[in-house]
């Protein structure tokens, strides 16, 4: 089993729709989630943490179930510009601040 | 105040060639990191560093070297490139002291012939 396994893509949605992306991680003592966005041939880029009361950043939803061991970012009304990978990242627990990447979600939002 | 910034951009290599990629970041941070990204694979840490004067090995090590010069700058060197090193590499930075956010410099793409 992979440590963070996502929704294999690509997702493609028209403008306005809402899509969810779902992650889940094996490592129990893991600690610190996070949702990374990458455009193509760029390096990823921080989007939100996750926190495990939820949390919002406009028309971002993220949300942690820590008995299920599962992230997930919900995208609403979304934009053409929201096209890209989306990464969930999780830390490894007992090992300080490395960092385990999925394999990514890719993201096209058509007009 | 750059950040992560890494040179060069892009390279070409041919089998056996040695090149280093170099990293720095203005935010005074203890910790870096380098993975490699291949296509339809996440990130992989090759090597990362605590701090000034530690390394460590990651998940993909083999093939690879590293230094932390100083606080400030990270090398990763390929000693004898094979066609597997071909990928896109990218330096990692916490975003403040002390937290699990990373942030990327923007990427050594590197193929290898």
């Known amino acids: 089993r992979k440590e963070v396994e996502q929704d294999p893509g690509p997702f493609n949605v028209p403008e306005g729709a809402t899509v969810a992306f779902n992650c889940t991680y094996s490592?129990?003592?893991?600690?610190?989630f996070f949702w990374y966005r990458q455009d193509c041939r760029k390096e990823p880029k921080l989007l939100m943490s996750v926190y495990s009361s939820g949390n919002e950043d406009g028309r971002f939803t993220a949300q942690l179930n820590r008995a299920s061991q599962y992230i997930s970012l919900l995208i609403r009304d979304s934009k053409l510009s929201d096209s890209a990978t989306y990464l969930c990242?999780?830390?490894?627990?007992?090992?300080?601040?490395?960092?385990?990447f999925g394999q990514g979600t890719e993201l096209s939002v058509k007009p | 105040n750059a950040g992560v910034t890494q040179t060069p951009k892009f390279q070409v290599l041919k089998t056996g060639q040695s090149m280093t990629l170099q990293c720095a970041q203005d935010m005074n941070h203890n910790s870096m990191y380098w993975y490699r990204q291949d296509p339809g694979m996440g990130l992989r840490l090759i090597y990362y560093s605590a701090s000034e004067g530690t390394t460590d090995k990651g998940e993909v090590p083999n093939g690879y070297n590293v230094s932390r010069l100083n606080k400030r700058e990270f090398s990763l060197r390929l000693e004898s490139a094979a066609p597997s090193q071909t990928s896109v590499y990218f330096c990692a930075s916490p975003g403040t002291s002390g937290s699990f956010e990373q942030f990327f410099g923007p990427g050594t793409r590197l193929t290898v012939l």
């Open positions: 490592n129990s003592a893991s600690q610190s």
């Open positions: 990242v999780v830390n490894m627990g007992n090992q300080g601040g490395k960092l385990i």
